[in-house]
């Protein structure tokens, strides 16, 4: 969690910020996922949401969730695949991504470079929810998901 | 205003976003700018804050102004001297800015490249204040904040 800023400041370098802390992208086995870390950018009691920012390594992605919250996303570097609902899309540097509510969704990062993104979210929201079985089998109906997933 | 988007999707090119209108910073003579467009990246009734996404030509600036509501700024390209309260700074590429409540702030860009920057700012939020004189005489009284109102 970042603490309000006292310096209202805070410098940019090698894609970490003065004052912001690296954390766990989750709780070790909340959910899966792999090589993701979170940097709270911006959290104030004065500002109704929150900007993150995840980096997810070469080969790793985001946890396969869908939540009534919305996000909204700027990819920042590197390159991903994304899903959102039934619909599975590159993208690259300053794209945006909208995840509407109650949608699946996942980042998979592509390419030897790290992929980072911004996630614009309210700062009271929902937890998300993880797909169950038949979820999957839904989500798999669509070809180009079902590749998606079993990569 | 960015109509809830229907394709989840929106990809950049030359800071221009898919479906996104370039607007006009500000109704013109309502207050003193120069050289600024706005493209709302994020609105949604489903979030709370909007992300915005300004940018300043060189040799412009925004409006010097203070409100209630906070901004959450990201420095996307080029270079600026920013002022915040009686503070004023160099910023460059995904440096981050807080601008507190009812705190005087301003953004120019220097050098000869275009400055755009993210804006996160809560959807309902109050109207911005211009300074009178006695307000700018107690900016002056800083020497940093007077040279940057000098220029």
Not at 8 to 13: D, G, K, L, T, W
Not at 69 to 79: E, F
Not at 129 to 146: G, I, S, Y
Request: proline letters at 9%; hydrophobic letters at 40%; a negative charge.
């Amino acid at each position: 969690m970042t603490d309000k800023p006292i310096d209202p400041f805070r410098a940019f370098a090698g894609f970490r910020w003065d004052g912001v802390t690296l954390m766990p992208y989750k709780e070790e086995g909340a959910a899966p996922f792999k090589s993701v870390t979170r940097q709270v950018l911006f959290h104030d009691p004065d500002l109704k949401c929150e900007l993150r920012y995840f980096e997810v390594a070469p080969g790793g992605h985001s946890t396969l969730e869908r939540h009534e919250h919305v996000h909204g996303v700027m990819i920042l570097r590197g390159a991903a695949e994304v899903l959102v609902g039934s619909e599975v899309r590159p993208v690259k540097a300053f794209d945006l991504v909208h995840i509407p509510p109650l949608t699946w969704h996942q980042f998979r990062t592509t390419g030897s470079e790290p992929m980072g993104f911004l996630c614009m979210v309210n700062a009271e929201r929902d937890r998300p929810q993880l797909p169950n079985d038949a979820d999957l089998a839904e989500m798999r109906a669509h070809p180009a998901v079902a590749a998606f997933l079993a990569t």
